[in-house]
Structure formats: C-alpha cells, structure tokens
C-alpha cells in the first residue's frame, strides 16, 4: 500500500474572503480553526475531533456585509483539501455512515467519496440563528463541502427538538461516517474501490 502522506492544502482568495485549509486524514482530530464566526469554529472543532482527522480553517471575510461568503467559502476550501487529500482515493473504504444521539436528537448521515458530488438535506432548524450564525447557511455549507470534496452525502434529521443538538449531530455525523470513508482497507491496498476502476462520471 502506499505511504504517501493523505495531506492536502487549499488557499482561497476572493474579493469577498480569503481562506486557508490545510487537511491531514491520519491525524489525531487536532483543530486550530479561526473563521470569525464562533459556532462555525464549534462545529468545525467538532468534525476534527470525531473524524480524527487533523484541521487547521483560517478564514477573513466580509462579515460586516453577512455571514454567507464566509461560511460558504471556508466549506469550498475544506472539501477542496479532503480531495487533494484523498488523490485518486485509492485504496479507501469509500462509504461511511452513522447514526448520532445527542439528548433528545437523532440523525443519520451516510456518504460516499464517489466523485460525484451531492447533497441530499433533511434538516429542519426551528430557530433563525445559532449562536450568531444563520440557520439557513448550514445546508450550504454542507453543499458547498459535498461539491469541492466529491462527496455523495445524505443528512437526516430524524427527530430532534433543540436546534443546536440537530446541527451539531449533523457535523458528529459528517465526522464519523467520513472517519470510516477515508479510512485505508489493507484487502484493497493501492485499489479503486469502484469496478470502473476510477471514481466519477456516472457509473459506478
């Protein structure tokens, strides 16, 4: 198998943001994250610690204007990293999923690093704003992750009461199913895990 080091870096620079991302997929889910939006950089923290996968988000953007530049680009620029990381994703488990408890909360996330991008959202927040960020922009952030990273991605709110446990399951959720996808199967070796014998386009 190869020993090349899972490790990917984006800078992002924009009129609006500027953004830098570095990934590492077999670190320990160390964060060092600054975006200037508080609960963003909460649950950023949370996708490292349980994904295990090693994250450092410096964002500086038009936060005067609104939240939605610099949300939306920090996510672009972190699923940007996860591919560099990930290169032809050979010999990856692929698929990863979970299903998170947090109190009164249930949700399910299931992904697949397949190259072909999408988001599939059931999620409904009963309240406009977490901590001071919107609570519309949480779906485009997921989006805008699932795009840049090639991600098949379903998140489900199954039942939940508390706006902050729905989001912050749906991050524990993204983290765990993405721990098993990006992990490495020594059955697989330097494979593609797909019959194509390469991930994208329209088959499987």
Not at 12 to 34: C, H, P, Q
């Amino acid at each position: 198998m190869s020993q090349r080091l899972r490790k990917g870096s984006v800078e992002r620079k924009t009129r609006e943001t500027k953004i830098k991302v570095a990934v590492y997929l077999d670190g320990t889910g160390v964060a060092d994250v600054s975006t200037g939006i508080g609960f963003l950089d909460h649950m950023i923290e949370q996708l490292a610690r349980h994904s295990l996968i090693d994250l450092t988000v410096k964002a500086e953007g038009d936060l005067h204007i609104d939240q939605h530049h610099t949300s939306e680009d920090t996510a672009l620029a972190l699923g940007q990293a996860l591919s560099e990381a990930l290169g032809e994703r050979r010999g990856i488990n692929r698929y990863g999923d979970s299903l998170i408890p947090m109190d009164e909360t249930l949700t399910r996330v299931a992904l697949d690093l397949s190259n072909r991008p999408y988001l599939v959202w059931k999620v409904v927040l009963h309240r406009q704003k977490l901590g001071e960020m919107d609570s519309e922009l949480f779906k485009e952030w997921f989006h805008a992750l699932a795009q840049t990273a090639g991600m098949t991605l379903h998140v489900e709110n199954l039942y939940g009461v508390n706006s902050h446990h729905v989001i912050e399951s749906c991050f524990k959720g993204l983290a765990r199913a993405l721990r098993v996808a990006v992990a490495l199967d020594p059955r697989q070796a330097d494979v593609v895990p797909s019959t194509k014998g390469v991930l994208g386009g329209t088959l499987k």
